[in-house]
């Protein structure tokens, strides 16, 4: 299973960018789906997550300007970023669990990553 993270770059104090994790492979089923981030210096932290029914859960420094949103038939999910501020600039990484056949083990995959820069 790969996930391939895309959408990063630079964007401006309140501006807007949107990432986009699609994930491919042997796959059965996909449960929960979130984005992390890691900022320099700092440990990874979740942004967002998202479960295989819809329901969502944000960190608080971005609850009202993120939102996370999937696409079960492209097995991709989303991180709509609003109101950018400085602080918000990290390497974000895509996650999920997947079972790749009926009645074999779930694992955690990782995105390799993909850079946020906000900034004047």
């Known amino acids: 299973v790969q996930l391939q993270a895309s959408g990063g770059g630079l964007a401006q104090p309140g501006g807007s960018l949107r990432l986009s994790c699609a994930a491919s492979?042997?796959?059965?089923?996909?449960?929960?789906m979130g984005w992390y981030r890691q900022a320099a210096g700092k440990q990874r932290e979740l942004v967002a997550i998202?479960?295989?029914?819809?329901?969502?859960n944000y960190a608080a420094s971005v609850k009202g300007r993120f939102t996370i949103s999937r696409d079960n038939a492209k097995n991709t999910v989303y991180l709509q970023m609003n109101s950018l501020k400085p602080e918000d600039t990290a390497v974000y990484y895509c996650n999920t669990n997947v079972r790749s056949s009926y009645s074999g083990p779930t694992f955690s995959y990782w995105g390799q990553g993909t850079l946020v820069t906000v900034s004047s």
């Open positions: 492979g042997s796959i059965f089923s996909i449960y929960d």
């Open positions: 998202i479960t295989n029914g819809g329901s969502t």
